[in-house]
């Protein structure tokens, strides 16, 4: 990983870290990935939401890591990947990243899951590689109009002010800690969910050189992430839409999904939010352990 990169200061029990070097001939295209391996049995591959990194799922990993190996990825420009100047962060380019991961390891009979945007990921990656991919489990999928804007008045003020044209930049690059605290926990039922180690790592990522370019390009790519829902229907494999009763997407936007998925399974859980994987890990390591 390149010496610039910062450091993950919270530590999972029983994960290592590894790295996926750029492709040959992809080196202004793509960064190096940085990803977290643990346990052992069928591949299982978590991608994150938004705004966060593969330590998104520390109460999940070990739940899982008896009955998968387990790797979970900061998706491109994220977390601990590095960060590419002038590289997309639209839904094809971070699909790329999730695509890269499966490839380059070569992994197949792949359980992926998602949250968030990673959920957007997982079925469209399904999608493209439907040879490698298993099973999905999507949750809470980000493919709705407004986004995290839907988490209180505080997120609608703050990613409009990154969006607008001019001070957007700027206004990326400022994030204070009481800001970024009260927008995620308007994705939980549960506040006491996010800890405040968490938050302090999240930060740190938002202070990395070149961050608050890509998280506005982030927050920029929601539009490609709705349009990915045209590819739902090519997903081979079984998939289970899991939704937080609290979630910010709305019924419709629910029953829009399940359309467009009939065989899927279905399931909400009750008192949660947007990010299950904090506040109920429980429930996800239930789903998949039974599966496995």
Do not use: C
Not at 173 to 180: N, R, S
């Amino acid at each position: 990983m390149p010496i610039h990169e910062s450091r993950p200061t919270i530590r999972i029990p029983g994960t290592t870290s590894h790295t996926i070097a750029p492709r040959a001939g992809h080196h202004r295209h793509e960064g190096t990935l940085r990803y977290l391996k643990a346990g052992a049995g069928a591949p299982l591959v978590l991608l994150h939401t938004v705004r966060t990194q593969a330590e998104h799922y520390r109460l999940l990993i070990p739940l899982l890591a008896d009955h998968y190996t387990v790797y979970a990825l900061d998706l491109p420009g994220m977390g601990h990947s590095e960060i590419v100047p002038g590289a997309s962060y639209d839904e094809p380019a971070m699909r790329t990243g999730v695509e890269r991961l499966l490839t380059e390891l070569d992994l197949h009979d792949v359980t992926l899951v998602g949250e968030s945007i990673g959920a957007v990921l997982a079925l469209t990656t399904a999608a493209d590689l439907p040879e490698r991919v298993r099973r999905v489990v999507a949750v809470n999928t980000y493919d709705f109009r407004d986004g995290i804007a839907r988490s209180g008045l505080l997120a609608r003020v703050v990613v409009g002010g990154v969006l607008a044209p001019g001070v957007g930049p700027v206004i990326a690059g400022v994030e204070p800690k009481p800001a970024l605290r009260r927008i995620l926990r308007g994705g939980l039922v549960d506040k006491s969910a996010l800890r405040a180690d968490y938050v302090d790592e999240l930060l740190r990522v938002g202070r990395r050189p070149g961050y608050p370019t890509v998280a506005r390009a982030v927050y920029q790519s929601l539009p490609s992430l709705i349009a990915a829902r045209s590819r739902y229907p090519e997903v081979k494999a079984p998939v289970h839409l899991v939704y937080g009763e609290k979630d910010w997407s709305r019924p419709s936007d629910r029953e829009a999904n399940r359309k467009l998925l009939p065989a899927a399974d279905f399931t909400q859980v009750p008192k949660a939010g947007h990010f299950i994987a904090l506040e109920r890990p429980d429930v996800l390591a239930d789903l998949l352990n039974t599966a496995a």
